[in-house]
């Protein structure tokens, strides 16, 4: 028996602010899907280079680490029957740092790092 089938895929949206960031929060819509009986669904975030271990909810906080990557999230739809198929969302566009974060090159590849910023005690 064929799994659930999709017609319209998943869609990643910034919870917080405007634009995909670390520690702000995004979520994946599950899409639409027609199958046998009620739907269940689960999520998987991912980056171009693979799964992100324990992301697997609608919504979630974008970890730190991510800036400069693209995040997008694949739905798995399950019917009543047991079967499962599972569809890619578009993705985030490019994470940004978190606040107070810069983006730097490191090993070839754009990192995000703390910005220190020098601070003088001295009263004026």
Same mark, same amino acid.
């Given at each position: 028996?064929?799994?659930?089938?999709?017609?319209?895929?998943? =869609?990643v949206?910034?919870?917080? /602010?405007?634009?995909?960031?670390? #520690?702000?929060?995004? %979520?994946?819509?599950? +899409?639409?899907? &027609?199958?046998?009986?009620?739907?269940?669904?689960?999520?998987?975030?991912?980056?171009?280079?693979?799964?992100?271990?324990?992301l697997?909810?609608?919504?979630?906080? =974008?970890?730190?680490?991510?800036? /400069?990557?693209?995040?997008?999230? #694949?739905?798995?739809? %399950?019917?009543?029957? +047991?079967?499962? &198929?599972?569809?890619?969302?578009?993705?985030?566009?490019?994470?940004?740092?978190?606040?107070?974060m810069?983006?730097?090159?490191?090993?070839?590849?754009?990192?995000?790092?703390?910005?220190?910023?020098?601070?003088?005690?001295?009263?004026?």
């Amino acid at each position: 028996m064929a799994g659930p089938s999709n017609s319209v895929a998943p =869609v990643v949206s910034v919870v917080t /602010g405007y634009e995909a960031r670390e #520690t702000h929060d995004v %979520t994946c819509t599950t +899409g639409t899907w &027609s199958g046998s009986g009620t739907i269940t669904y689960t999520y998987q975030w991912r980056v171009p280079t693979g799964n992100i271990q324990g992301l697997a909810s609608q919504t979630v906080t =974008v970890p730190k680490g991510l800036a /400069g990557q693209a995040l997008e999230c #694949t739905v798995t739809a %399950t019917d009543s029957g +047991g079967s499962t &198929s599972t569809v890619s969302s578009n993705d985030s566009g490019t994470i940004e740092a978190a606040a107070g974060m810069a983006h730097v090159v490191q090993d070839g590849k754009w990192r995000a790092r703390p910005i220190r910023v020098p601070v003088d005690n001295e009263w004026v």
